[in-house]
């Protein structure tokens, strides 16, 4: 089993819907982040959360950490077919910080 | 910033041949390294990461290696490959506690 588990899996959507995208463990992770990665290139980070409960704006994408920092969701409003790609999250655990684990990722396709 | 070099963008081998693919980091000092697989459109295994020259700690047993001969480069080896080894090879290499990962553009190996 995967340590952080992402849903949904697949997403596809209409421009201009909203949509969010979740990341949960049962871990605790003295970080999460997010990246977003487009095929056949390495993921680029969007945003680090770090504080338990913390919310963080990015443009139209809001992603907040769960006051137990174990799990964190991206919101993105009016979504643009430019957000197509694969949405990653990454946990730095807290027991172990020097290995960053990967959920499965959400394949998010936006239609025009 | 940091910026992680990674070569060759492609590979094709034939099965049993060996494997060196090099990774080398720029504008970070003392980084931990990171060698990720990616199977077609999902997540990223951790295989190998490394918080030190000479230092390895191994997450997934399998055919593969890894060493750090110096602060800003890690290798990824094998002896004889398998056709189970093809994937996408992501180097990324960060600054320490809670901080970004940065990736390099990845290798496509294809075992054949």
């Known amino acids: 089993t995967q340590l952080l588990e992402q849903s949904p899996q697949f997403l596809s959507i209409q421009e201009g819907e909203n949509l969010t995208v979740y990341c949960n463990s049962s871990?605790?992770?003295?970080?999460l982040q997010w990246y977003r990665q487009e095929p056949g290139e390495g993921p680029v980070l969007l945003v680090t959360?770090?504080?338990?409960?913390e919310v963080k704006k990015l443009k139209r994408l809001t992603f907040q950490f769960g006051d137990a920092r174990k799990d964190s969701s991206l919101h993105i409003t009016a979504a643009q077919t430019g957000d197509t790609g694969l949405y990653l999250c990454?946990?730095?655990?807290?027991?172990?910080?020097?290995?960053?684990?990967f959920g499965a990722g959400t394949r998010l396709t936006v239609k025009p | 910033s940091q910026t992680i070099h990674q070569w060759p963008a492609t590979l094709v081998q034939p099965v049993g041949s060996p494997l060196s693919l090099e990774c080398t980091v720029e504008?970070?000092?003392?980084?931990?390294l990171y060698w990720y697989r990616q199977a077609a459109g999902r997540g990223l295994q951790l295989l190998f990461y490394?918080?030190?020259?000479?230092?390895i700690s191994s997450e997934v047993p399998q055919n593969l290696s890894a060493s750090r001969p110096q602060d800003r480069q890690f290798i990824l080896s094998s002896k004889k490959l398998l056709l189970s080894d093809s994937g996408f090879y992501l180097c990324?290499?960060?600054?320490?506690?809670?901080?970004?990962?940065?990736f390099g553009n990845g290798t496509r190996l294809t075992v054949t």
């Open positions: 990324a290499g960060t600054g320490g506690y809670n901080s970004p990962l940065h």
């Open positions: 990454a946990g730095d655990e807290w027991e172990n910080n020097n290995d960053m684990r």
């Open positions: 504008g970070t000092s003392n980084p931990n």
């Open positions: 959360v770090v504080t338990g409960g």
């Open positions: 490394s918080v030190g020259i000479g230092q």
């Open positions: 871990s605790v992770f003295s970080s």
